[in-house]
T-cell receptor, first 113, second 110 residues
Framework: DAGVTQSPTHLIKTRGQHVTLRCSPISGHKSVSWYQQVLGQGPQFIFQYYEKEERGRGNFPDRFSARQFPNYSSELNVNALLLGDSALYLC????????????FGPGTRLTVT | GQNIDQPTEMTATEGAIVQINCTYQTSGFNGLFWYQQHAGEAPTFLSYNVLDGLEEKGRFSSFLSRSKGYSYLLLKELQMKDSASYLCAALTDSWGKFQFGAGTQVVVTP
C-alpha cells in the first residue's frame, strides 16, 4: 500500500506570492493533518480535517487555509507569502480504527525568497 | 500555557543505552508519542503510551507517568543508524491534534 504522498517535493516562491500544497492520505484514512516544521524545531500543528470538516486549527494567521476533498485528499493554501513561511510542510494521515497513530508524508520543502 | 520540553542534544557510544526525557504540560492529553526523524526526512512513528507504565518494542522502550507529566524513550544497543532527532509529541484532543517538542538530536559515536 502507498503511504502518504505530498506534492510538490520542493518549491521556491517569492514574497507576496500564493502557494498550494497537496496531500493524499493512506488509502482508507479519513483524517488529514498539516504541520509546519522550521529547521531545528518540532512540527507545529496547522490544521486537522476529518470527513471534510475542519476539526482543529493551530495558531496560524488567516493567510493559511486548507480543505479536504471527497476522496480525503487535502490542500494547504498560503497567501501573501512571507520569508518566515519557509519551512518543511508535513501532511499526516490517521485511520479511524481506534488507534491514534498517524503517519507522515515526505513533506514539501517551501523556500520563500 | 502548553509546553513540551526535551533536551536539545545527547551523545552516546555505539552499543550503549540512551534515555531521552520529556516533560509535558498541555490543556488536553490523550497519549504521548515518540517519533524518529532523520535529517531532511519526515518523522516516523516509534511508540506511544496512553496509560502509565512501560511499553517495549524491540530496542526501543517508552515510559509514561501521567501524574508527573513525564515520559522517556529508552534506546538500547545503539547503532550508528540511530543518529537522528527524536520528537516527543502529546496528543491533545480526540481528533488527532499533536503538540511536538523541539526534538532531541542523538549523536551515536563509534
Amino acid at each position: 500500500d502507498a503511504g502518504v504522498t505530498q506534492s510538490p517535493t520542493h518549491l521556491i516562491k517569492t514574497r507576496g506570492q500564493h502557494v498550494t500544497l497537496r496531500c493524499s492520505p493512506i488509502s482508507g484514512h479519513k483524517s488529514v493533518s498539516w504541520y509546519q516544521q522550521v529547521l531545528g524545531q518540532g512540527p507545529q500543528f496547522i490544521f486537522q480535517y476529518y470527513e471534510k470538516e475542519e476539526r482543529g486549527r493551530g495558531n496560524f494567521p488567516d493567510r493559511f487555509s486548507a480543505r479536504q476533498f471527497p476522496n480525503y485528499s487535502s490542500e494547504l493554501n498560503v497567501n501573501a507569502l512571507l520569508l518566515g513561511d519557509s519551512a518543511l510542510y508535513l501532511c499526516a494521515s490517521r485511520g479511524t480504527s481506534g488507534t491514534y497513530e498517524q503517519y507522515f508524508g515526505p513533506g514539501t520543502r517551501l523556500t520563500v525568497t | 500555557g502548553q509546553n513540551i520540553d526535551q533536551p536539545t542534544e545527547m551523545t552516546a557510544t555505539e552499543g550503549a543505552i540512551v534515555q531521552i526525557n520529556c516533560t509535558y504540560q498541555t490543556s488536553g492529553f490523550n497519549g504521548l508519542f515518540w517519533y524518529q526523524q532523520h535529517a531532511g526526512e519526515a518523522p516516523t512513528f516509534l511508540s506511544y503510551n496512553v496509560l502509565d507504565g512501560l511499553e517495549e518494542k524491540g530496542r526501543f522502550s517508552s515510559f509514561l507517568s501521567r501524574s508527573k507529566g513525564y515520559s522517556y524513550l529508552l534506546l538500547k544497543e545503539l547503532q550508528m543508524k540511530d543518529s537522528a532527532s527524536y520528537l516527543c509529541a502529546a496528543l491533545t484532543d480526540s481528533w488527532g491534534k499533536f503538540q511536538f517538542g523541539a526534538g532531541t538530536q542523538v549523536v551515536v559515536t563509534p
